[in-house]
C-alpha cells in the first residue's frame, strides 16, 4: 500500500498505557507504528468474530434439549396431567384401579 492510499490514526494514551505499549512493542521488535498497526488489526479481528449468542449458534442447543426432553419421556413415561373436580380444585389424573375381589357372604 503506497503512502498515499494509507490513513493515519491518532490516539491518546496514559504514561502508563503508553509505557506498556513502548515496553510491549520493543520485547517484540516492533516500532511503535508497527504495535500500533498490528494492534488495531488484531482488534478489528476480534470484533468481527462470530457471536456466540447469535441465534444462528444457539438453535443447536434448543434442538439438543428438546431431543433430550423427548428422550425423557420416552424413557420415563408421560407427565401426569391434572384435572379439576367442579370445586375449582385440582387433582392428579389416576389410572382406574382394580380393587381386589369382596369375599363372599356365602362364607
Do not use: C
Request: cysteine-free; hydrophobic content about 20%.
Amino acid at each position: 500500500m503506497s503512502h498515499n492510499e494509507s490513513k493515519h490514526v491518532q490516539t491518546e494514551l496514559s504514561e502508563d498505557e503508553y509505557e506498556r505499549f513502548r515496553t510491549f512493542a520493543e520485547e517484540h521488535g516492533l516500532s511503535l507504528e508497527e504495535a500500533g498497526h498490528e494492534s488495531v488489526l488484531e482488534w478489528i479481528e476480534r470484533q468481527q468474530q462470530a457471536d456466540p449468542n447469535d441465534r444462528a449458534f444457539t438453535v443447536l442447543d434448543e434442538l439438543d434439549s428438546d431431543r433430550a426432553r423427548r428422550q425423557h419421556r420416552r424413557t420415563h413415561g408421560p407427565r401426569t396431567t391434572s384435572s379439576t373436580n367442579g370445586t375449582g380444585v385440582t387433582r392428579p389424573s389416576r389410572s382406574p384401579t382394580t380393587h381386589p375381589p369382596r369375599p363372599d357372604s356365602d362364607g
